[in-house]
């Protein structure tokens, strides 16, 4: 079946720098992928969706310019997270469409990557 | 754009019972409702998905119902087991994005 990886699988970094998350698409080619965070004990809500070769599209009240997203090839996509907070963190999960399957929003996800920010 | 309701928030029931849960939606375009089984610190994992185009389906002990009059689908496990334990997500999609319900905490007491 179709496998999305994410690295790293957890990070701890310092208030005010930089993580970078990447999202890997294994045995398929996924024009699109789509960012999500989850908060403990909640669901997961959309960040942002990721199309290759074009801007992202991000969801009302998500800072495009803090949480940038490129998605420069069919089996990669990157979020990075700048001048990170307390606030972010979270249980960031990517997932992708196989662009190969049929016009159903079938999605795979990542494994997720915990962020701590101290 | 999609809203997803869903309950309970909490479910509890003894081992090899069953559980049902409920999820509404409000965009009559939305053709794609998958079913996800999230652990702890884990991927959301697809345990069944249904097509608007058909009312049920079913994959051994899990089942969904899709009624697209009055927009609503539900899960049914049956004979539940202490694995099953997790929380469960419905999501429904039309062409592009999914949107998920708050979830749902299902514990299975021996």
């Known amino acids: 079946g179709a496998v999305v990886s994410q690295h790293p699988s957890w990070v701890i970094c310092k208030s005010g720098t930089s993580v970078k998350i990447e999202c890997r698409s294994l045995?398929?080619?996924?024009?699109?992928m789509f960012w999500y965070r989850q908060f403990p004990k909640q669901s997961l809500m959309l960040m942002a969706t990721?199309?290759?070769?074009?801007?992202?599209?991000?969801e009302q009240g998500v800072e495009k310019d803090k949480f940038l997203i490129n998605h420069a090839s069919l089996t990669l996509s990157t979020l990075t997270v700048t001048s990170a907070h307390p606030e972010d963190s979270s249980f960031y999960i990517c997932?992708?469409?196989?662009?190969?399957?049929?016009?159903?929003?079938?999605?795979?996800f990542g494994p997720g990557t915990r962020l701590t920010v101290l | 754009g999609e809203n997803v309701e869903q309950h309970p928030s909490t479910l509890s029931v003894q081992e090899g019972d069953s559980a049902v849960i409920k999820c509404t939606y409000s965009?009559?375009?939305?053709?794609?409702f998958p079913w996800y089984k999230q652990e702890l610190g884990k991927r959301p994992q697809l345990i069944i998905d249904?097509?608007?185009?058909?009312g049920e389906k079913k994959d051994q002990r899990i089942a969904v119902t899709l009624n697209k009059t009055a927009k609503h689908f539900s899960l049914h496990i049956t004979e539940t087991q202490p694995e099953d334990s997790a929380v469960y997500f419905c999501?429904?999609?039309?062409?592009?994005?999914?949107?998920f319900g708050k979830g749902t905490k299902l514990s299975v007491i021996p």
């Open positions: 965009d009559s375009a939305s053709n794609y």
């Open positions: 045995d398929f080619q996924a024009t699109t």
């Open positions: 249904i097509r608007s185009n058909v």
């Open positions: 990721s199309n290759e070769g074009s801007k992202a599209t991000y």
């Open positions: 999501a429904a999609s039309g062409s592009y994005q999914l949107t």
């Open positions: 997932s992708a469409r196989d662009q190969g399957t049929s016009g159903y929003n079938e999605q795979f």
